[in-house]
């Protein structure tokens, strides 16, 4: 079996960064402001003394999310438990918590951690679910971390990924998470996933030129879709759709780059 990455106890966390103004979830980063200069700077403290582990530096990501605008605590508290390094190539792990995207084999990319809980928090959102997420179908698995994010905030999550070789390695780095409400599919996700309509919500991590009809059609009455679409100047923006008994509504958003979305699968 595959090493899994371990946390490098030596990760350099930028000490000269703002201290964080609220603290969110198991963080060790205590303050001590002794004199004004001092206030702003975090110390570091392990209680095992053996350095820094994760969840140090993964509460720093969580508190630039909550400074980015991120204002969801079941978003934040949900990005403050899965870890990140644990789906990245070990190459890699150095750079899990930082707010970028990052290869993940195949020519795909794990999703920025903003991207991931802007998405999850819009999802939320919708005035149709009153903040319940109840089975959600994600499309594009790639590494799996943004299905064990959803599995701390929906019911049931089924995450469909139409290269093998990725769905392959979401179900490795999935397994010792033991999540019993996340479900990997093997499948082109341009097809929904029928089996397990209608979703409270869909989420797809690639971005097409429509929004295949599948999707609208496995949509609960109330449920939201939130993906990345192609827009008439060839750029991508994230698009949000709310499924009323009146019918479709439709938003717009900011741009952003996700990989594209593709029909079979390989
Ligand atoms: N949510 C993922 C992001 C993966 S990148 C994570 O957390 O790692 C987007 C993924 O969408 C890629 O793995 C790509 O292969 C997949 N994809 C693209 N088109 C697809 C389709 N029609 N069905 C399923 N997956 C698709």
Not at 56 to 81: E, N, P, S
Request: with cysteine; net charge positive; charged share 20%.
């Amino acid at each position: 079996m595959k090493k899994r990455p371990s946390f490098p106890a030596q990760l350099d966390v930028g000490k000269t960064q703002p201290a964080p103004k609220t603290l969110l979830g198991a963080t060790r980063i205590v303050t001590t402001p002794k004199t004004s200069a001092q206030a702003h700077a975090p110390v570091m403290q392990s209680p095992s003394g053996v350095g820094l582990d994760s969840s140090t530096v993964r509460a720093r990501m969580v508190q630039k999310l909550a400074d980015q605008g991120i204002d969801d605590d079941g978003v934040l508290q949900a990005m403050g438990r899965v870890e990140r390094h644990r789906f990245v190539d070990s190459a890699l792990v150095n750079q899990a918590y930082e707010d970028t995207s990052l290869p993940i084999g195949l020519g795909q990319t794990i999703s920025k951690p903003n991207v991931v809980a802007r998405m999850i928090a819009l999802l939320r959102q919708a005035p149709g679910l009153q903040g319940q997420l109840g089975r959600v179908l994600e499309i594009g698995t790639g590494c799996g971390y943004q299905a064990a994010v959803l599995a701390q905030v929906a019911k049931e999550v089924y995450s469909i990924e139409r290269l093998r070789g990725l769905h392959d390695k979401a179900r490795e780095n999935l397994r010792p998470l033991r999540l019993p409400n996340v479900h990997v599919i093997f499948g082109d996700g341009m097809l929904g996933y029928p089996q397990g309509a209608p979703y409270s919500a869909i989420i797809s991590a690639a971005g097409g030129e429509a929004m295949p009809q599948a999707w609208i059609d496995q949509l609960a009455i109330g449920g939201r879709i939130v993906a990345p679409l192609q827009t008439a100047n060839g750029q991508q923006a994230l698009i949000v759709v709310d499924k009323t008994a009146q019918g479709l509504q439709q938003h717009l958003l900011e741009a952003v780059n996700f990989v594209p979305l593709k029909s079979g699968i390989a």
